[in-house]
């Protein structure tokens, strides 16, 4: 993702935020973020608003009681992130220097959910006092119809006109004529009668009984139809959670003895599915809100890599999205040519005119590769050579692009070049614009060829030879594992740092090695290209404190002349980085190590708000007793931070799942002490639903099968 180092898409913070966490909720293209209370603020960082298709289409929305907000006793959104739901009462109400309505006589409570484009609220009031309330309320609300990189701190040199308001007695019509000719507009509807409306307020004169109730609702609608108007709340709560129950069948069940897993993995879960729910994208996880709430080529990619073993169809979402809007042609204004995988696709009014590049922009390095490797996984997983077939094409026009224009000088190596003015000049995993420099601190020069990203071309040669004997390509099947083979030869001999005892983060335009301590490094254990002496090294540098901050791998060591923990990618924790290193260091058979990532991250997911994980954390060594240091413009959620735990417990037990041979094997299955028992419930295996226990029993883990009769096939390896 485009980092605070790509000083155009610098995501910007003037103030300090006004909450320690905001409170979010998205539906497809619709992402809502707003405070504790439920209200939208324009103060403190400025991300709040309820978002539509990268436009911002509510800046504003205050709930206010006697003229003041209320005062916040609890909110939460609920664990399959559908409802938001807060608890409110009054403050003290005075008159003549006396308290005429006590804090707390009221109670007010107050719900929201999305669906279908439409954001919908119910406020209800409850009197629990001895006498009558009368209570002015007011709702007032705006909408700046900013775009998405407006908000994260761009300026624009004109933007488009706000259209006169439209009014009625039960709505009001917030309309804005942007420079590509789209009118967004944004419908409030209220029920009941209020006192008075206007195109920003409305007031109620709400009387209560002692004990009496009375409920408000209300819908704002983000939409370029001007004749589309909400259902009602009732019918629409009913559909959501209707769809929301479906999707969740399609993800097992987990649980253990430890509370803590428990609700972290139940976070995690519903975080992948609301990144995905209502995506026009069937089974595309969308990366992050609110910053990347679209299609990221990689971190689906990635995503889906994560959550193969437990939900192969987003595995299967992803490659169909990414195989449909492959380059076909070359386009320096976008990065794209022909094979490339897409980084990154927006809708918004500044990628529609040109002013940022990412309508349909290409600018990764690694996706492509990613993509292939993606490809053989989900065959491996599922058995389903139909679709490998149909995919093929795709295949091999991504080997292509690898061939020919990933690797433009021709030294065996895939490398990147920032094409487009506008577009990213480190264009790996770590996309700021200072992540990629040498031991001195110097920004490296391009051609960049990162160290990963020729681990991941060749997982990918490999993967394509696999996928050959789909595509009756045996004869290329070999030629590839040939060319892998070079590859990693090449990559020990021009990467490997012996001082360092690690590999090189990246070789320059004068093939000069960027010798840094870097998390890229595990990234080369989980794709295979590392010798076994040398992987075993790499974990040890890993595992040293300057890399190792207790909660995590950091980016860059502490040694590093960029190193800063309070930086995007320079010394920061990211929780997908860990898990991919968690993975590579079970491939080489480090799993206690795994294991150490595992409960860093545990640890972590217990002290964060909603058990959530976030995009990324802070870099600073773990104190006894204190939590972590939170970056303060982190995506929350992030799908890769979500689906982390799913791939570090796979590698940790070591399960792979053959679909075709309805065969589940665990290869030296492993769980750390703070994990005595794990259930899985509903796995599925080549159509067939098994369900799994495991128990820690001193160094060695036993699994079994619920249901004897299945037809499901356990095998489970010791070493």
Not at 261 to 271: K, L, Q, V, Y
Not at 645 to 667: N, T, W, Y
Request: glycine residues 8%; negative net charge.
């Amino acid at each position: 993702m485009d980092g605070p180092g790509t000083q155009h898409y610098y995501i910007a913070t003037s103030q300090s935020p006004t909450d320690d966490r905001a409170r979010v909720l998205k539906y497809g293209r619709t992402f809502f973020v707003f405070d504790r209370l439920g209200d939208v603020q324009t103060s403190g960082m400025g991300e709040q608003g309820l978002f539509f298709e990268d436009t911002r289409h509510l800046s504003e929305l205050m709930v206010l009681l006697w003229g003041t907000r209320p005062l916040l006793l609890s909110s939460t959104v609920e664990t399959g992130n559908f409802l938001f739901a807060g608890d409110l009462a009054n403050l003290d109400v005075s008159r003549n220097n006396e308290v005429v309505v006590p804090r707390g006589t009221l109670h007010v409570l107050r719900s929201r959910f999305l669906w279908n484009n439409t954001c919908y609220e119910e406020i209800e009031f409850v009197n629990h006092g001895l006498s009558e309330l009368f209570i002015p309320f007011r709702t007032t609300f705006d909408a700046d119809f900013a775009d998405i990189f407006e908000v994260r701190g761009m300026r624009r040199p004109q933007r488009g006109n706000r259209l006169p308001p439209e009014m009625d007695e039960q709505s009001v019509l917030l309309s804005y004529a942007g420079l590509d000719h789209v009118v967004r507009r944004t419908r409030i509807q209220w029920d009941g009668s209020p006192t008075h409306a206007t195109e920003r307020a409305l007031d109620y004169d709400v009387r209560l009984r002692p004990k009496e109730r009375t409920s408000f609702r209300l819908s704002i609608s983000c939409d370029s139809d001007p004749e589309r108007h909400a259902i009602s709340y009732s019918k629409a709560i009913n559909a959501a959670r209707h769809e929301l129950n479906k999707m969740g069948e399609s993800f097992p069940r987990m649980y253990s003895s430890n509370s803590r897993f428990n609700d972290w993995i139940n976070r995690s879960i519903a975080d992948v599915q609301m990144m995905m729910v209502g995506n026009p994208e069937k089974n595309y996880p969308y990366a992050g809100v609110p910053w990347f709430g679209t299609v990221f080529g990689r971190d689906g990619i990635i995503t889906a890599l994560q959550t193969l073993w437990l939900n192969p169809a987003i595995a299967k979402g992803v490659l169909e999205c990414l195989a449909s809007s492959q380059a076909d042609k070359v386009d320096a204004a976008v990065e794209a040519e022909p094979g490339k995988i897409l980084h990154e696709m927006r809708c918004g009014e500044m990628a529609a005119l040109g002013e940022v590049p990412f309508g349909k922009y290409y600018g990764s390095v690694d996706a492509t590769a990613l993509f292939i490797m993606l490809a053989r996984a989900y065959c491996e997983r599922t058995g389903d050579s139909k679709f490998i077939q149909h995919l093929w094409p795709h295949i091999e026009r991504a080997l292509n692009w690898i061939d020919e224009f990933g690797d433009t000088d021709r030294d065996g190596f895939v490398e990147y070049k920032q094409r487009s003015a506008k577009g990213l000049v480190q264009q790996g995993w770590k996309d700021s614009n200072d992540s990629i420099f040498h031991a001195d601190g110097s920004i490296a020069q391009p051609p960049i060829a990162l160290c990963e990203v020729q681990g991941y071309v060749y997982a990918a040669k490999l993967a394509a030879a696999y996928l050959c004997r789909f595509a009756g390509g045996s004869p290329r099947a070999a030629a590839l594992e040939v060319e892998a083979e070079d590859l990693r030869a090449r990559f020990e001999e021009q990467f490997w740092c012996e001082d360092l005892s690690t590999y090189a983060l990246a070789l320059d335009g004068q093939k000069r090695p960027c010798r840094v301590r870097t998390s890229n490094a595990g990234h080369c254990l989980y794709t295979g290209i590392a010798s076994p002496e040398r992987a075993r090294r790499v974990a040890e540098t890993l595992f040293e404190p300057e890399s190792f901050s207790g909660w995590g791998v950091r980016t860059v060591a502490t040694s590093g002349a960029r190193y800063n923990p309070l930086s995007y990618h320079n010394g920061s924790i990211w929780p997908h980085d860990n898990s991919l290193i968690a993975s590579g260091l079970a491939k080489y058979g480090h799993k206690e190590l795994a294991g150490r990532i595992f409960m860093g991250l545990l640890d972590l997911s217990s002290m964060v708000d909603l058990h959530r994980l976030p995009e990324l954390f802070c870099g600073i060594d773990r104190r006894a007793g204190e939590g972590p240091t939170l970056y303060p413009v982190a995506c929350s959620p992030q799908a890769w931070a979500a689906a982390a735990p799913f791939l570090i417990l796979q590698a940790c037990l070591g399960i792979s799942i053959d679909a075709e041979r309805k065969r589940i094997l665990f290869d030296d299955p492993y769980l750390p002490e703070g994990i005595p028992t794990l259930a899985i419930k509903d796995l599925n295996c080549g159509g067939v639903n098994v369900d799994l226990f495991l128990e820690r029993r001193e160094n060695s883990v036993l699994v079994h099968k619920g249901g004897t009769a299945s037809a499901i096939e356990i095998v489970t390896i010791v070493s």
